[in-house]
């Protein structure tokens, strides 16, 4: 059974630095992994969807890569703000093939400090 | 194009209640999964429905049931509830069954039993 983990659980940096979240799955056989925000009591939000063929994937401020050799994936911001504050999950499609959900990590609490 | 929706944001129960929760997943897409959030557990895939068909379900007894809806909208229902039942429900949609899609998730359903 696939195991997600995240390191640091939680994380305070002042403004304006560069950050990477890390994030490791147990099984190497993904079709794909997924970063999602949440914010206090809401919902989730996706930020990046990395396909297995793919090494990294960007959106604005955000750098996603992943490595399934080694089953780790990193979550870069980069000029980090105070709305960047958030929990940040990764999540992998459970392995086995089929319709198994996603098995989530449990997060990493980031605090950006004005 | 709007998001995923779910009824009500919140719920206060008293235990051994039963309570139904809906999702309106995003316009086209068939597939619709349902997560437990809790503090201690964090999310935990409960099922998942395509095609007004249960494709898969997690770990969960059988007090948590769902149906899906020929529109695609899906309800779960909780029976007999229990305080450990307490939790923020999210559900998730993606366009197809299958690993390779982007999953999108609702605001959640903050559920309290007390």
């Known amino acids: 059974k696939q195991e997600v983990t995240q390191i640091p659980a939680a994380l305070s940096v002042p403004e304006g630095e560069n950050l990477v979240l890390n994030c490791s799955f147990t099984?190497?056989?993904?079709?794909?992994l997924q970063w999602f925000r949440q914010d206090p009591g809401k919902g989730l939000t996706s930020l990046l969807l990395?396909?297995?063929?793919?090494r990294e994937q960007t959106s604005g401020r955000l750098n996603a890569s992943l490595d399934k050799s080694s089953g780790r994936s990193t979550l870069y911001i980069a000029a980090s703000q105070p709305g960047d504050s958030a929990t940040y999950l990764c999540a992998v499609p459970e392995a086995g093939g089929g319709a198994d959900g996603l098995t989530f990590g449990k997060g990493t609490h980031l605090i950006i400090q004005p | 194009k709007a998001g995923v929706t779910q009824t009500p944001r919140y719920l206060i129960k008293t235990r051994g209640q039963q309570v139904t929760l809906s999702c309106s997943p995003i316009s086209g897409h068939r597939s619709v999964s349902w997560y437990q959030q809790t503090p201690g557990q964090g999310l935990q895939f409960l099922f998942e429905y395509f095609s007004e068909t249960q494709r898969n379900k997690g770990n969960f007894p059988g007090r948590f049931s769902g149906r899906q809806f020929s529109n695609s909208r899906s309800e779960m229902n909780v029976s007999t509830l229990e305080l450990g039942d307490s939790a923020l429900y999210l559900c998730a949609s993606t366009p197809a069954i299958g690993q390779r899609t982007e999953a999108f998730f609702g605001q959640g359903t903050r559920l309290t039993v007390v």
């Open positions: 990395i396909q297995s063929s793919q």
């Open positions: 099984d190497s056989a993904i079709y794909n």
